[in-house]
């Protein structure tokens, strides 16, 4: 506890030295960050290794709770991510950050911050503990989205995340007072078993689906994500979407861990919202043309399954089936980690590519492959993991929900619930699909083919400092892909905890473990083989006679040019058309008038339905609803003055009488 | 028998202080009101405390001295002499001063007192000062009565402190002038620095400045 309390301590003052000094200030950031991530990592493995856990008590006397800061499995299980990335996010920003000397230590400061509020939310135990957290994660992600505030589409990204995060933390309160109405006190601990069937327990779940949704951006509240990825720093996107959005599901298993007799249309709700931000998420994915945008909606994808998961593990909790809990929950939760760290790894390398081209418009990359050949491998890696595709992590979380809904289709689950494992299997693999039809455009587009334009043409590959934190995550990506097994018994001591206390401990139900639930060391085995075969593959490749060199897309013609090569646009038109009922894009056809008519441009782009038509009208009409309030400043002191007096007569009077 | 004259006399010179036109004159009936509260604790017989013989010299002394001395130095900066043209006339004000006695009396009469305590008076009376000084803080347009009326206001908060003085920490009353000290010096500047920018000092000008 007090390792973890120190590393909290080393982040949350990790900027501040960059403060005062004229140099080096990242870098001095990053070795704190470093430091941090080395204490809270051996402090968090130690607890998910079986050790004891600890409990910060701050006078709770008066706040009437048991403890303020709790180190379970659960925050020990959820700081690893956090840890890992911010340390990452730190090295890559000393790089990343040289260009523009202007704010950088605020920044730098601000991102420590971020990461200390990050540390103590995943172990904050007490609803004071975790608004705090919560607040300040908020506010420091605010003030980092808005690291380019010159650009007007930045500020708009950047009031738009904090309108709908703090929409969020609305919800939260309510949940709160709520909960602390139920139970007697505003700390957090298991609800009494039959609270959840009655009113006041599905008002809960609202109130926290709501409040958690909107940060972890479940489908029609995630509105502000895509904008505010997009236009924050890459190694914050990085940090917000690996992380941040985590934290939205950090909120919602917390809740269910509580919860010793869910009802089963919980489940039935997570598993639709999961299917619903899943596979219209990737669609969206599909129609982006700005690779940091489509990263965002990817995000989206992967909180989807992430709630598949989660609604899996409910489901199965609700119906008294612990393989299905079991591997749903244990799936959901590897799929937190899993993606922090693949989407990290994007992010990054997404971030290097605008770093060395100064665009995220995909349509003017292409041939990245050639000039950054490391920043294309790492990318080439998180693709590789985000669609799911063996032998990396993707896949493990991945098959271990498909193996639990497999299960669930045998089981006897009651009327009207059997469907859905069907819906959630069904789900997986279109999101697998189409994600690795994105995935395949985006990499397509940026890095291989002929360079688009001059800058693409000459983008030089990134410094050492950005490309470490790559090659860290890359390989953590691999790690978990290739020995899953090493990591099960911390992944069951988790997903104990938020079984609640019928499947406590070491071991799951019935002296079962996730060991004999999923033959995770199979795809050990598996990924060697399918090493082996794809050294083979590769020396047969070479033994074949090589034909002559010519440019991509060629094909015969003579005199190829980069115009002539397929477009992320063209690539992906074919599914943006068949999905144009959910994803209604908006192309500008040009006129073409006249025999010699003028040069011509078209255009396509997918606007988000959610903020154009919903959440934007909305928030057009609250400021409009505040502006009848400007009536009451009118300028003149004596009258503010005034209202003072009417105030304190009226209360005098009110007091009095 | 001399704290309720001592009081009669403040609640007179809010009466004097909303009727009168001249700046000058003003300020001169709120030092006056400031001195007569300044002097209170030891005609309620106080004397024995140290601290609060302390406070009433104090009080006295930045009451006044300290404050004239700032509002004449004010006064010969910005040259006026007459409060012409308030939002609310003379006879108006003087009219809702009576008003506002008469709620602060019929306030206090239903507002529970320590018990044991004898001047009945003194939460009418500091109820009524404080009205006064909003009502002089809202109803004038030169900054400098308006410092007044902070000023009266502030005499109304001290003259509602007086009825705990023996409980309270000398601590909060020395805060209480220590902020009007600040206060009063503070606006004396800002007061000149808006007839620098304005070339006046009513403070209409002032609302030019929303945003």
């Given at each position: 506890m007090s390792l973890y309390l120190l590393a909290l301590l080393a982040a949350a003052v990790s900027g501040v030295p960059g403060l005062f000094l004229r140099r080096r200030g990242g870098e001095v950031a990053a070795g704190l960050l470093g430091l941090a991530a080395l204490l809270g990592l051996t402090a968090a493995l130690r607890v998910l290794a079986g050790g004891a856990g600890g409990t910060l008590l701050l006078r709770t006397a008066a706040l009437g709770a048991p403890g303020l800061l709790v180190l379970d499995p659960l925050a020990a299980f959820f700081s690893i991510p956090v840890l890992l990335l911010s340390f990452c996010g730190g090295l890559y920003g000393v790089g990343y950050w040289e260009g523009h000397r202007g704010h950088t230590p605020i920044l730098c400061l601000v991102f420590g911050l971020l990461t200390a509020s990050l540390l103590m939310l995943v172990m904050a135990s007490h609803a004071l503990t975790f608004l705090l957290a919560w607040e300040g994660m908020a506010i420091a992600a605010f003030l980092l989205v808005m690291a380019e505030d010159r650009e007007a589409e930045t500020r708009r990204a950047g009031w738009i995340y904090l309108a709908a995060t703090h929409t969020g933390t609305l919800f939260l309160f309510a949940a709160f007072a709520l909960l602390a109405k139920v139970q007697g006190h505003w700390g957090f601990g298991a609800l009494p078993a039959g609270?959840?069937?009655?009113p006041g327990g599905t008002a809960l779940f609202a109130l926290f689906l709501l409040g958690f949704g909107f940060k972890a951006g479940v489908l029609p509240l995630h509105f502000w994500l895509p904008p505010a990825h997009a236009a924050a720093p890459s190694h914050v996107s990085a940090l917000m979407s690996g992380v941040m959005l985590k934290m939205g599901i950090l909120g919602i298993v917390r809740f269910l861990s509580w919860v010793p007799d869910p009802p089963s249309w919980w489940g039935g709700t997570l598993v639709a919202l999961g299917a619903l931000s899943g596979i219209l998420g990737v669609a969206f994915a599909l129609g982006q043309h700005d690779l940091k945008r489509l990263l965002a909606y990817h995000s989206i994808e992967n909180i989807g399954i992430i709630l598949l998961g989660l609604g899996l593990g409910t489901l199965g909790k609700a119906t008294g089936h612990p393989v299905m809990q079991v591997l749903g929950f244990a799936g959901a939760l590897l799929h937190v980690v899993n993606h922090s760290l693949f989407k990290g790894l994007l992010f990054l390398s997404a971030g290097s590519v605008l770093h060395a081209t100064?665009?995220?418009?995909l349509e003017r990359l292409g041939g990245l492959g050639r000039t950054m050949p490391w920043t294309s491998g790492a990318f080439l890696a998180g693709s590789w993991a985000i669609c799911g595709l063996p032998p990396l992590n993707g896949f493990v979380s991945e098959w271990l929900i498909y193996l639990g809904a497999f299960r669930g289709l045998g089981l006897e689950l009651g009327l009207g619930r059997q469907a859905w494992p069907l819906v959630i299997l069904v789900s997986l693999a279109l999101i697998g699909a189409l994600a690795l039809a994105c995935f395949a455009k985006a990499f397509g587009a940026a890095f291989l083919g002929l360079p688009r334009t001059q800058a693409a043409e000459q983008a030089p590959e990134s410094p050492r400092t950005m490309l470490l934190p790559m090659g860290l995550l890359a390989l953590a990506c691999l790690a978990i892909g290739v020995v899953p097994a090493l990591f099960a018994p911390a992944l069951e001591r988790v997903v104990g905890v938020l079984s609640?206390?019928?499947?406590?401990?070491?071991?799951?139900?019935?002296?079962?473990t996730l060991m004999a639930l999923a033959p995770l060391r199979m795809l050990t085995w598996a990924a060697v083989i399918l090493a082996l075969l794809a050294l083979l593959l590769g020396r047969w490749l070479r033994l074949v006679p090589q034909g002559r060199d010519l440019p991509?897309?060629?094909?015969?013609?003579?005199?190829?040019?980069?115009?002539?090569q397929y477009t992320a646009s063209s690539f992906a038109d074919g599914l943006v058309r068949g999905l144009r009922w959910a994803l209604r894009p908006v192309a500008h056809l040009p006129r073409v008038a006249g025999w010699f008519p003028h040069p011509a441009r078209y255009e396509s782009h997918v606007p988000d339905p959610a903020l154009d038509r919903a959440a934007s009208p909305a928030l057009q009409l609250a400021v409009r609803g505040a502006g009848l309030?400007?009536?009451?400043?009118?300028?003149a002191l004596p009258v503010y003055l005034l209202y003072v007096l009417l105030t304190l007569l009226a209360l005098l009077v009110w007091m009095v009488a | 028998m001399l704290p309720d004259l001592l009081i009669a006399l403040t609640m007179l010179s809010n009466f004097s202080l909303v009727a009168t036109s001249r700046v000058s004159k003003a300020i001169q009936f709120a030092v006056l009101q400031g001195v007569l509260l300044g002097l209170m604790p030891l005609a309620m017989g106080l004397g024995r405390h140290f601290h609060i013989v302390l406070l009433a010299v104090a009080a006295v002394t930045v009451k006044g001295w300290l404050i004239p001395f700032l509002f004449r130095r004010a006064l010969k900066q910005v040259h006026i002499q007459r409060e012409v043209d308030p939002y609310i006339g003379y006879t108006v004000s003087l009219m809702l001063c009576a008003l506002g006695t008469g709620l602060s009396l019929l306030l206090a009469h239903n507002l529970p007192l320590?018990?044991?305590?004898?001047?009945?008076?003194m939460v009418p009376a500091s109820l009524a000062t404080l009205f006064t000084g909003f009502l002089l803080l809202v109803s004038r347009r030169k900054a400098l009565t308006q410092v007044v009326g902070y000023l009266v206001l502030e005499n109304g908060i001290y003259l509602f402190g007086l009825l705990l003085v023996e409980d309270m920490p000398a601590l909060v009353e020395a805060g209480i002038l220590l902020d009007l000290f600040v206060g009063i010096f503070v606006m004396g500047i800002v007061i000149n620095h808006i007839r620098v920018a304005f070339d006046s000092t009513d403070t209409r000008h002032l609302a030019e400045l929303k945003d």
């Open positions: 609270l959840a069937a009655t100064g665009t995220r418009d609640g206390g019928a499947l406590g401990g070491g071991t799951l139900a019935g002296g079962e991509t897309w060629d094909c015969g013609y003579a005199a190829a040019d980069a115009r002539m309030l400007r009536v009451a400043q009118g300028g | 320590k018990p044991g305590t004898e001047y009945v008076l």
